[in-house]
Nanobody, 116 residues
Framework: QVQLVESGGGLVQAGGSLRLSCAASGRTSSSYGMGWARQAPGKEREFVADISWNGGHTYYADSVKGRFTISRDNANNTLYLQMNSLEPEDTAVYYC?????????WGQGTQVTVSS
């Protein structure tokens, strides 16, 4: 079983930056693609960025392209999301998981709130 623990969220003003981390523990594998998803109040959870198992390929949703950067440290089983130029529309709970198929139980997520 794998546990995912997201951290690094907080309250930030528009234009600010945050760096999220996702630590995986248990029977993890670095062979999977990983991604960051977010869920805003009243909306469905959606993936906004993902990265291949070796970091060679990344994908970004149009809404975050050019502002967010995903990376991973396989040696430490950690996934990162650097978020710059944050906008109020980025306010959501952020989660990590495997892509393209969800293989692990969702963690508790980390709240990101961007004030205007």
């Amino acid at each position: 079983q794998v546990q995912l623990v997201e951290s690094g969220g907080g309250l930030v003003q528009a234009g600010g930056s945050l760096r999220l981390s996702c630590a995986a523990s248990g029977r993890t594998s670095s062979s999977y693609g990983m991604g960051w998803a977010r869920q805003a109040p009243g909306k469905e959870r959606e993936f906004v960025a993902d990265i291949s198992w070796n970091g060679g390929h990344t994908y970004y949703a149009d809404s975050v392209k050019g502002r967010f950067t995903i990376s991973r440290d396989n040696a430490n089983n950690t996934l990162y999301l650097q978020m710059n130029s944050l906008e109020p529309e980025d306010t959501a709970v952020y989660y990590c998981n495997t892509v393209p198929y969800i293989l692990y139980d969702w963690g508790q997520g980390t709240q990101v709130t961007v004030s205007s």
